[in-house]
């Protein structure tokens, strides 16, 4: 069974600028969640999609950060314009929890990106 | 708000030794509880989790944590660590909050097994 994928893996950007991160889930799975991790720090959810909705957000900094999951399978993260505290770790893990799985369900987690702001 | 707290940082072991870190959570209703660990250079992963039945779960690699529901508590324990355990160790719970399941991380505890 393929694993969590995302990219890209590293990123380095000056702040004020763009940044897009990916993340293709495991197949079937119909929760996807995304999470920051700052140096030192335990991952932070930002936004959690079930299918192709969203059942939390209350995390993210909405005036910068934004995120869609498309026909309920890939995701992207959007980070404009970028800030130097938002230099962390994205982490991108899927579940079958939502569709005919419960909240016990293992979370699995991508490779992470890892993104530096200048 | 919900929280966990893992009251270890860091923590340097001979091999052999004995493990035991420390994960509190605040939350009064009924919580799902998870310890992930990171493996350097590699993904995030399940060790073991707790959901109903036996406080004490066991996980993989000789990994065990006990649920104590009156300490708010979930320990992960091991009796004779390896090198090869050295590692980033994440306690988390899963609770409901407005309609679905959100997970709350620790900090996290970085162990270091010294050969």
């Known amino acids: 069974e393929a694993g969590v994928a995302q990219s890209p893996r590293y990123k380095i950007i000056e702040k004020r600028q763009s940044v897009a991160f990916w993340c293709n889930p495991i197949s079937g799975h119909a929760t996807l969640y995304w999470y920051q991790q700052i140096l030192g720090q335990g991952p932070k959810l930002l936004i959690q999609f079930q299918n192709n909705g969203v059942v939390d957000d209350s995390q993210l900094p909405k005036d910068r950060f934004s995120a869609e999951r498309l026909k309920g399978v890939d995701s992207t993260l959007k980070i404009q314009p970028a800030k130097l505290e938002d230099s962390a770790v994205y982490l991108c893990?899927?579940?079958?929890?939502?569709?005919?799985?419960?909240?016990?369900?293992?979370?699995?987690f991508g490779p992470g990106t890892r993104l530096t702001v200048l | 708000a919900q929280s966990v707290s893992q009251h270890n940082h860091h923590v340097i072991l001979s091999e052999a030794a004995s493990l035991e870190l420390g994960c509190n959570y605040s939350?009064?209703?009924?919580?799902?509880l998870f310890w992930y660990v990171q493996y350097p250079g590699q993904h995030l992963q399940l060790l073991l989790k707790?959901?109903?039945?036996?406080?004490l779960v066991k996980g993989i690699k000789g990994f065990e944590a006990e649920f104590i529901k009156s300490k708010f508590s979930f320990n992960l324990r091991k009796p004779s660590v390896q090198w090869s355990d050295t590692a980033e160790y994440f306690c988390?719970?899963?609770?409901?909050?407005?309609?679905?399941?959100?997970?709350?991380f620790g900090t996290g505890t970085r162990l270091k097994v010294l050969a």
């Open positions: 988390a719970v899963n609770a409901p909050t407005s309609g679905t399941y959100k997970y709350i």
């Open positions: 707790y959901f109903s039945g036996d406080p």
């Open positions: 939350y009064g209703g009924t919580v799902n």
């Open positions: 893990a899927s579940s079958s929890y939502g569709q005919g799985g419960t909240s016990t369900d293992t979370q699995y």
